[in-house]
Structures are given as structure tokens and as C-alpha cells.
């Protein structure tokens, strides 16, 4: 009597992509946030620039990518990923050398405003496709039952990114100076875009490890295309999608208290508390990584509770619990005087907001999987858009009304947002997901 042979495992060339996007998005916001870093300690002060002109040179980089991410989106769609992403590596690359290059040009820090503002305008317009790509390749290479998981450890890697970017760039200056850290930085990310360009593909069934085993097990969650040529007449449609436009307007508010801990947490720690560099640099690490491990523990978990309450029903648990809770924990933080109780209450903060990061992202392009990377744009148009006004208003705030009361501003924008989620509903069933059978993660 024959025995048949065992099915054949899925291989896991899925994971070895998230990896790889973990790896882009973790140095495209190494180069993008290094900016803050050498703008605290030479670029901002007496007979440089002033606060409001580097907080104008923080917003051309997301002005530019802002305006830019819905043409991007469309065209991320018609490319595929693995270009986009390619791409998004090498421009933003380029123009961090360039950053540097002002430095070994030898002009002085006032007359480097307009040549800053260009610079950082092109690098926000390299960086469209960064994260609407990688939600994209997610949607494409990852069965549902993984998808908040992937797109959380994608995020974290942004964020350990920018975590790292304190101490590490912080350190790299003070070694080799700020115009070579800047060159090395950005040769170190495009040369990660090449690798990705050799090793990755738009879909499992574009990939020669890929399985049969795997790419079924990707094709029976979806069957979203790998590319889609939108009509305008479509494109425009995504705007008629309430749920979408409600999510955007949520992501927004995250993206408002996001970008005010990104650009100004370090100077406010400085300014504010009078921590000394290595210990301002020491606590923004602390708070942002706080963001990171949120993020992965967050997609997990995310998964889990659709399993449980269906997917709507867990993903507005998630998003709703952990804006809330950031604005909650951010209040705190501006309530206590001592230092270490301030850094302790913001990590928990940015820890809560990171839990939600990796749900939006699953959620864009589940609400319209045939333009997932026009959607997913869609949605970052409003984290940023929104988002990027905190640059600009968080120095002005913090100026006529305290510090303090900026960063209250933005836990109430942060709360609202979270609530938005109870108008959302997404395109599901709603019954929850069963348990994966023993080994099929």
C-alpha cells in the first residue's frame, strides 16, 4: 500500500521580502530624520538658521512628498513595487550625499537655507513610494492572516530607524564630521536598493524560490493583481470611499503627533528639560524604539484580535485603543516634572500610537484591493498632510503658549483621530478568521 508523500511546506521567500522592506525603511528614516539631528547641534543657533527656518526646511521634505504621493501612487500601481521601492532607495540616497556635499563646499550655514530647501524637496519627492510600495508588496506577498504582522515589523524597522538615528548619526558626526556622515548614510541606502532590486519581485508568482505551496498560500487571500492601470475615472472613485477617507483623516492625526516626537522631541528634551546632547540624544532613542517595539507587538497582535472579533472588529480595537491611550500617556508626561518620568511617559506614548501603525497599513489597500498602492497613497497623503503641519506649528505653539500646550494640541488631535475609527467599516465578513492549522505560520 503507497503512502502519498507529505504536501510540500510553503517556503517562506515572503518573509525574506518583509525583511528586505524592514531593511529599506529602517535607512530611508535613518537619511530622512539625520536632518533633525545635525539641525539641533549645527545647523540651528545664533548667526546660523533660526528655529522657524529649519522647521521650513523639516517641511519641504513632507510638502514635496505630501503633494507628490498621489501621482506616486498611481504610478506605483502601473510599476510594481520592486521598482518603486528600487527608486525611492536611490533618490533618497543621492540627495543625503548632497546634503553633505554643502558641508565640503565650504559655505557658510546661513547661505546652505535655499540650497537645503531644494535638497530636501527632492528627497521628499524620492520618497513617494516608501511607504505606500511596501504596504503594497505586503498586500501582495503576505496571506491575511499575516498581513498586520508583516506590515508591524515593516514599520518598526522604520522606527528603529529613526530611533538609531540620534545616537548613531549623533556619534558618525562627531567622528567623521557632519558632511561625511551624511555621504555614508546615503551610499549605505542605495546600495540596499540595489540589493533589493537583485533579490525581490512584485508577487510570489513573479519569484523563482517562490513554491507552489507558497504562492497558493498567498493566492487563496486575495486575488488583487500584482499591477493595476487605474482610470482616472477609478482613481477618482477611491475618494467616494468613506471608510477610506475616515481612515486617511485618522492617519493624519497619528501622523500630527508622529512628526511632532519625530522633528522636535530631541530639541525638547534639550531645550525644554536642559538635558545635556548625550543624554537628550540617549532619551529621544529611548522614546522612538518605544514606538518600534509598539509597532511589531501591535501587528501581532492586531492579527490575533481579527481572529477573535472578525476583522473589522479587531482592527478598531486596535487603532482606537492605542490613540487614545498615546494621548492619555503624552498628557502625563507634560504633567511631570522630573526628567526621567517625562522620557518614561512619552516611550509609553509613542509605544501605544506604534501599536495601530501596522493596521492602517493593512487596511488601505483591503479597502481597495484593486488599487492597493493608490489607496495605501491615499492614505499617506493624509498622514502627511496633517502631519506635516506639526513641524511648522509645534515651534510656533511652544513659542507663544508654552511647550507644554503644543503638546497638548497634539494629544487632542491624536484622540480625535483614534475615534474616527468607529465610523470605519471595512470590507470583510466580520465572522472571525479560524486558527491556522499547527506549523502553517
Known amino acids: 500500500m503507497s503512502v502519498a508523500p507529505p504536501a510540500p511546506k510553503p517556503t517562506n521567500v515572503r518573509w525574506m521580502v518583509v525583511v528586505l522592506l524592514m531593511g529599506l525603511a529602517f535607512l530611508a528614516h535613518f537619511n530622512r530624520v539625520s536632518i533633525s539631528v545635525a539641525g539641533k547641534e549645527h545647523f540651528i543657533g545664533p548667526d546660523k538658521l533660526s528655529e522657524g527656518q529649519m522647521g521650513l526646511v523639516y517641511s519641504a521634505f513632507l510638502l514635496v512628498y505630501t503633494f507628490g504621493m498621489l501621482p506616486g501612487g498611481w504610478l506605483l500601481d502601473r510599476v510594481g513595487p520592486r521598482r518603486a521601492m528600487a527608486a525611492m532607495g536611490l533618490g533618497l540616497g543621492v540627495c543625503t550625499v548632497l546634503t553633505g556635499a554643502l558641508g565640503w563646499a565650504g559655505l557658510a550655514v546661513p547661505v546652505m537655507f535655499l540650497p537645503l530647501l531644494l535638497i530636501r524637496g527632492i528627497a521628499g519627492a524620492s520618497s513617494v513610494p516608501l511607504?505606500?510600495?511596501a504596504a503594497r508588496a505586503v498586500s501582495l506577498w503576505a496571506p491575511l492572516r499575516e498581513r498586520s504582522t508583516a506590515n508591524g515589523l515593516v514599520t518598526a524597522g522604520a522606527l528603529v530607524g529613526i530611533a538609531l538615528t540620534y545616537p548613531v548619526f549623533g556619534a558618525l558626526m562627531d567622528r567623521v564630521g557632519w558632511p561625511a556622515a551624511f555621504a555614508?548614510?546615503?551610499?549605505?541606502?542605495?546600495?540596499l536598493a540595489l540589493l533589493w532590486y537583485a533579490l525581490a519581485a512584485?508577487?510570489?508568482?513573479g519569484h523563482a524560490w517562490a513554491n507552489t505551496a507558497e504562492r497558493e498560500l498567498v493566492a487563496g487571500d486575495t486575488a488583487t493583481p500584482a499591477r493595476t492601470r487605474a482610470t482616472l475615472r477609478e482613481a477618482l472613485a477611491l475618494f467616494r470611499n468613506?471608510?477610506?477617507?475616515?481612515?486617511t483623516l485618522s492617519y493624519g492625526a497619528l501622523g500630527y503627533m508622529q512628526y511632532m516626537f519625530f522633528y522636535w522631541v530631541e530639541y525638547y528634551f534639550g531645550k525644554v528639560l536642559k538635558l545635556p546632547d548625550s543624554e537628550s540624544r540617549q532619551a529621544a532613542f529611548t522614546v522612538t524604539i518605544a514606538m518600534a517595539v509598539g509597532m511589531a507587538a501591535g501587528g501581532w497582535a492586531s492579527d490575533r484580535l481579527c481572529r477573535w472579533l472578525g476583522f473589522a472588529g479587531g482592527c478598531?480595537?486596535?487603532v482606537v485603543?492605542?490613540?487614545c491611550l498615546c494621548a492619555t500617556f503624552s498628557l502625563l508626561g507634560v504633567s511631570a516634572t522630573d526628567p526621567g518620568a517625562v522620557i518614561a511617559y512619552f516611550a509609553l506614548a509613542l509605544g501605544s500610537l506604534g501599536l495601530c501603525e501596522g493596521t492602517f497599513w493593512t487596511t488601505a489597500p483591503a479597502l481597495e484591493p484593486r488599487s492597493g498602492g493608490l489607496a495605501s497613497a491615499v492614505l499617506n497623503t493624509g498622514g502627511n498632510g496633517i502631519g506635516l503641519l506639526a513641524p511648522i506649528f509645534t515651534p510656533v505653539l511652544?513659542?507663544?503658549?508654552g511647550w507644554n500646550a503644543a503638546v497638548m494640541v497634539a494629544c487632542a488631535v491624536c484622540a480625535a483621530g483614534g475615534l474616527l475609527w468607529l465610523g470605519i467599516k471595512l470590507p470583510s465578513a466580520d465572522e472571525p478568521e479560524p486558527e491556522p492549522e499547527s506549523g502553517s505560520w
Open 131 to 133: 511607504h505606500p510600495g
Open 184 to 191: 555614508v548614510a546615503g551610499a549605505v541606502l542605495a546600495g
Open 202 to 205: 512584485d508577487a510570489p508568482a
Open 242 to 247: 468613506r471608510s477610506l477617507l475616515l481612515a
Open 316 to 318: 478598531r480595537v486596535t
Open 321 to 323: 485603543f492605542g490613540m
Open 398 to 401: 511652544g513659542q507663544y503658549y
